[in-house]
């Protein structure tokens, strides 16, 4: 056995995991270069070749669990492609003003087709709250809901939703609760379904970087959309949100949040789904939001993204046949890999779902007294 492999099988084998063994979790290796392809490039060598059918496992989803209750992050060691995705991230701001519409060319924009086959029928994306939901759709109504709530939103007033997507929640906000909102995407695609979809209602949608926002709103929120602003846009984020939120105003920022604090993105996940996205850690949003917010209140529940994920990719998996003609395999094994690897991510509770409720000045009397549901 080469070095490469040896060291590759003893990874695997410290998280349960074996080469072509039976059980769902184990992996099925087409192709010897495998080992030094990860080797050479860490994640991204093992998510190419996935893409490039060099390996398989039955349930994918599993296999990357017990990688990541294993910590076999940690294990493995740094490579040139980490060490290019941190150097890039230090001397680059994927989050700029330059950059500000890149994620949505070479993500939201890959094509209505694919999402609304994948998502619920309000084409949410973002994490569903389970607790009472039997199913998807029931998930994401109950999330949006959470969401009015949390921000005690009263008929008549006036939010701004930040990176609202195909316009979930601007539609929710205004046919259940009689809001105005106006959301902001710089996905052209989003833009366009979103308006014939809240079509008819007090809704404005803008393609728009969050940066030129210059009015005042009686909320704000922040839907899965903070996960691509980058840590050095942190503090620019929340000043703009200050600027635009009345004094006695709620802001709820929905965001994906890691353990840890890095300032790089996943090499694969970077290249492949979402270009300058990067996870923000609780001390980074913390020095984000010092001396400009009060925080009412923290929720984490993503455990619920874990369903979500799994949800999705049934989705997409069961409406394949109808995309497979214009996406092709490799990107079938490139989305399937995204959706079961950030799904095992959230079970292994390597990462979370945080819902952060803050206010400028705080709520008198304290905001668990008024608005905990």
């Known amino acids: 056995?080469?070095?490469?492999?040896?060291?590759?099988?003893?990874?695997?084998?410290?998280?349960?995991?074996?080469?072509?063994?039976s059980r769902p979790w184990d992996v099925r290796v087409h192709d010897e270069r495998l080992y030094d392809r990860v080797i050479s490039a860490g994640s991204l060598g093992l998510g190419e070749g996935y893409m490039d059918g060099w390996w398989d496992a039955e349930q994918l989803d599993a296999f990357f669990y017990k990688l990541f209750k294993a910590d076999v992050q940690d294990k493995v060691r740094i490579n040139a492609a980490t060490v290019f995705t941190y150097v890039n991230a230090l001397v680059t701001n994927k989050g700029s003003r330059g950059h500000a519409f890149d994620i949505g060319m070479k993500h939201y924009d890959i094509g209505n087709d694919l999402f609304s086959r994948m998502l619920d029928k309000r084409l949410t994306y973002s994490c569903g709250y389970w607790p009472q939901a039997k199913n998807l759709d029931e998930a994401q109504e109950a999330k949006l809901d959470l969401i009015c709530r949390k921000i005690d939103l009263k008929k008549g007033q006036r939010v701004?939703?930040?990176?609202?997507?195909?316009?979930?929640?601007?539609?929710?906000?205004?046919?259940?609760?009689?809001?105005t909102?106006?959301?902001?995407?710089?996905?052209?695609?989003?833009?366009?379904?979103?308006e014939k979809l809240c079509e008819g209602l007090p809704v404005?949608?803008?393609l728009q970087d969050y940066?030129?926002?210059?009015?005042?709103?009686?909320?704000v929120v922040s839907v899965g959309m903070f996960e691509h602003v980058g840590a050095k846009n942190y503090r620019t984020y929340m000043k703009t949100v200050h600027r635009c939120l009345k004094d006695d105003g709620i802001f709820l920022l929905h965001t994906i949040g890691a353990n840890r604090s890095v300032h790089s993105p996943d090499p694969w996940t970077g290249k492949y789904i979402f270009p300058g996205g990067m996870l923000p850690s609780i001390a980074m949003i913390g020095r984000s939001i010092e001396k400009l917010f009060v925080m009412e209140d923290w929720h984490n529940f993503g455990a619920d993204y874990d369903k979500t994920l799994m949800a999705w990719f049934h989705n997409f998996d069961t409406h394949w046949p109808e995309l497979e003609t214009k996406y092709g395999k490799r990107f079938y094994r490139m989305w399937k890999y995204y959706l079961l690897s950030c799904a095992a991510a959230f079970r292994a509770r390597q990462i979370n779902l945080w819902q952060i409720v803050l206010t400028k000045k705080g709520i008198e009397g304290g905001y668990m007294k008024h608005f905990y549901l």
Not at 7 to 20: H, K, R
Not at 160 to 179: M, T, V
Not at 181 to 194: C, F, N, P, R, Y
């Open 211 to 219: 940066r030129e926002v210059n009015e005042q709103f009686d909320h």
């Open 160 to 179: 701004l939703d930040i990176g609202c997507g195909w316009g979930s929640f601007a539609k929710y906000a205004a046919e259940k609760y009689g809001a």
């Open 181 to 194: 909102v106006v959301g902001i995407t710089v996905s052209k695609e989003q833009k366009e379904l979103a």
């Open 204 to 206: 404005e949608i803008r």
């Open 1 to 21: 056995m080469d070095s490469a492999k040896k060291f590759i099988t003893g990874i695997l084998q410290s998280a349960d995991v074996e080469i072509n063994g």
